[in-house]
């Protein structure tokens, strides 16, 4: 069973389009995050989301809007894409309290032409 | 957000001990500091993480400094699926503004 697990694994779209990113995770934890790794490898956070709410939302374009519909599913939509968004998207989960660790999923590998 | 330095690559012969360095001279006193690795290609996976005291796990040794400005991961036996980035990142935990910043790119080889 893979703890958290996103879909899809890769996705070309095309400049304007609208895509979706779907996570879910099986580990029973309440905190959720997106983040996103760059061309350079960064990692940054973009999102993350206790108990289906909203309490971190780095400087994100508006075009990206993540949905929680409940505590083990947290998807990315993302409007009207860019070339810049390409990029692989993680999704991350961790449990309740303070130092715990989070688990990532494989990544999706978004490419925009 | 405490700064890390970490060497930009290592290599390692199999079944040889890595031993992989950070300094975090910045640390704040409720920081813990943890390890995470990117295989390539895969999503970061969680090592291990510790405050003041040396921890052990099942993957890895956590050996942090008295005065908590450096910390060394060793993995004890490592193999050629040892492969990957590593990170060492100060902070309070779960996956709230985990910073990774560069890594150290640790290769390990027959």
Not at chain 1, 21 to 28: H, Y
Not at chain 2, 19 to 35: D, F, K, M, Q, R
Request: proline share 4%; aromatic share 10%.
């Amino acid at each position: 069973d893979t703890a958290v697990s996103q879909t899809p694994k890769y996705l070309v779209t095309q400049m304007g389009n609208d895509k979706s990113i779907k996570c879910e995770q099986n580990l029973g934890h309440d905190t959720m995050y997106w983040y996103k790794q760059d061309s350079k490898k960064f990692l940054k956070i973009m999102f993350s989301y206790n108990n289906k709410e909203l309490i971190i939302n780095e400087t994100v374009p508006n075009r990206f809007s993540p949905k929680s519909p409940d505590k083990a599913h947290l998807n990315l939509h993302i409007n009207s894409l860019e070339l810049g968004d390409s990029a692989v998207y993680f999704c991350a989960s961790s449990p309740r309290g303070q130092y715990t660790e989070a688990f990532f999923g494989q990544g999706t590998r978004l490419t925009v032409v | 957000d405490a700064k890390t330095t970490q060497p930009t690559s290592m290599d390692c012969a199999e079944g040889r001990a890595a031993n992989l360095p950070c300094n975090h001279s910045t640390i704040s006193g409720n920081e813990y500091v943890y390890w995470y690795r990117q295989i390539h290609s895969q999503g970061p996976q969680y090592i291990i993480h510790g405050l003041k005291n040396n921890e052990t796990n099942e993957m890895a040794s956590l050996i942090i400094t008295e005065d908590r400005k450096s910390s060394t991961l060793i993995l004890p036996h490592a193999t050629l699926r040892d492969t990957a980035v590593y990170y060492c990142i100060p902070g309070t935990g779960g996956g709230n503004k985990l910073t990774f910043g560069t890594g150290t790119q640790l290769k390990v080889e027959l």
